[in-house]
């Protein structure tokens, strides 16, 4: 199961009952710049060498992600929105460890 792909049809869903302008607006706030995309990209390729994501959702975050932040730019809000919680939630946790040593 493919928790990224999971949660994104969820946020799908949700979205439909969302005006399209607030879909829109809330889509432009996901958008990042390069520092993001190469954070985004360590935390997915950090967590699947931890094991926390399996292949099939470090791929499914990486091919998101694409080549540049334009390519995440452009992607529909539902699979910007669930990965960068996935993200998110990567880099709390990694947080929450530097902070228990």
Same mark, same amino acid.
């Not at 950090?46 to 994501?53: F, N, T, Y």
């Not at 334009?70 to 929450?96: I, R, W």
């Given at each position: 199961m493919?928790?990224?792909?999971?949660?994104?049809?969820?946020?799908?869903?949700?979205?439909? #009952?969302?005006?399209?302008?607030?879909?829109a607006?809330?889509?432009?706030?996901?958008? +990042?710049?390069?520092?993001e995309? +190469?954070?985004?990209?360590? #935390?997915? /390729?950090?967590?699947? #060498?931890?094991?926390?994501? %399996?292949?099939?959702? /470090?791929? %499914?975050?990486?091919q998101?992600?694409?080549?540049?932040p334009?390519?995440?730019? #452009?992607?529909?809000?539902?699979?910007?929105?669930?990965?960068?919680?996935?993200?998110?939630?990567?880099?709390? &946790?990694k947080l929450?460890? &530097?902070? /228990?040593?």
């Amino acid at each position: 199961m493919n928790r990224v792909l999971k949660f994104a049809g969820m946020v799908e869903e949700k979205a439909k #009952a969302l005006p399209p302008e607030r879909v829109a607006e809330h889509n432009t706030t996901l958008n +990042i710049g390069l520092d993001e995309y +190469i954070a985004f990209q360590n #935390a997915q /390729a950090e967590a699947h #060498a931890g094991g926390k994501l %399996t292949l099939e959702e /470090a791929q %499914t975050v990486y091919q998101t992600l694409g080549g540049s932040p334009d390519h995440f730019n #452009a992607q529909p809000f539902h699979l910007k929105y669930a990965v960068t919680q996935t993200v998110q939630e990567l880099l709390g &946790a990694k947080l929450g460890m &530097a902070g /228990a040593r």
